[in-house]
């Protein structure tokens, strides 16, 4: 399986590419890794170096890929941080391109916008992008709990609110809504909920809910989610190996107190998840 990844990348740390490359890689995903930053670490350390790249120097790499006549082998596409507006237009391009090659190809949009307590962190005029140009073009879309509410707009406290949101979007495009993490009134205090939905089906992941707060984790579950997906054409058993995958570096994590996800040290996760978790139709 080979998959075009267009997202940030960070040298210290584990967010965007610097969080979906290696996961993939260990499970076996062939990937195409574009960078649409190059920071020393993730914002959230209130200090960083670095450059975002132009939507010039995104359409560079991928047409320097096209050059070499694979696009046609690409399975799939893969955006998440995008830096700037033009940035999106890049990706847009380059998931047009890529399908053009590949009808069969399939489209994953991370909607990275904000987060519930921090509200929105991109820069201006990039949510209006996500919600008008790219959410109509995926074929796959992994939000959040605030994503979903601003990409919807809709609020979400029950799961009647939750179902009802993610059938708006489904009427927007995507044929998959996997809503990466989410607390409605069901959801129990100790708990956190994944829900996937296809269409056909909806249906819901509980995991407990551990005592850490780290960047990244969410790029590295859509990235899983992606790959599980296209792999096994079920968006239940992709959700329940990426998120069973994602707690058991998480409950690494959490273990040692460390700052930033431990791939590396926890990469049999990927591969075998120590605990594998049921879902559940709702």
């Not at 790249?53 to 070499?68: D, H, K, N, T």
């Not at 992941?205 to 790959?227: E, K, S």
């Not at 054409?233 to 190996?241: F, N, T, V, Y």
Request: hydrophobic share 45%.
């Amino acid at each position: 399986m080979n998959i075009l990844s267009i997202q940030s990348h960070v040298a210290y740390g584990h967010v965007g590419n610097s969080a979906a490359v290696f996961p993939l890689q260990r499970i076996g995903v062939e990937v195409w890794a574009v960078n649409t930053v190059q920071f020393s670490n993730h914002t959230g350390y209130g200090a960083w170096r670095g450059r975002v790249f132009s939507g010039a120097s995104i359409r560079l790499v991928v047409q320097g890929i096209a050059e070499r006549g694979v696009l046609g082998e690409c399975d799939g596409v893969l955006s998440g941080y995008l830096g700037s507006p033009d940035t999106g237009e890049a990706v847009l391009e380059s998931v047009e391109q890529v399908k053009g090659a590949n009808p069969a190809a399939r489209y994953c949009c991370d909607p990275v916008i904000g987060d519930v307590g921090r509200g929105i962190f991109v820069r201006r005029r990039i949510p209006e992008l996500i919600r008008e140009r790219m959410l109509p073009l995926a074929d796959v879309l992994t939000p959040n709990q605030f994503e979903l509410d601003y990409l919807s707009g809709r609020s979400t406290p029950t799961v009647a609110d939750l179902a009802a949101a993610i059938d708006t979007l489904h009427e927007r495009g995507p044929r998959v809504v996997f809503v990466t993490s989410l607390r409605t009134a069901d959801t129990p205090e100790d708990c956190l909920d994944l829900v996937v939905s296809d269409g056909s089906e909806r249906c819901r992941l509980r995991l407990p809910l551990l005592p850490i707060v780290i960047n990244g984790a969410g790029d590295t579950i859509a990235a899983l989610f992606f790959a599980h997906y296209l792999s096994t054409g079920s968006a239940a058993e992709a959700m329940a190996l990426a998120g069973s995958s994602t707690f058991g570096v998480l409950s690494r994590t959490a273990e040692a107190g460390a700052n930033e996800l431990l791939l590396v040290d926890a990469q049999q996760e990927f591969v075998t998840p120590s605990r594998m978790f049921t879902v559940h139709r709702i």
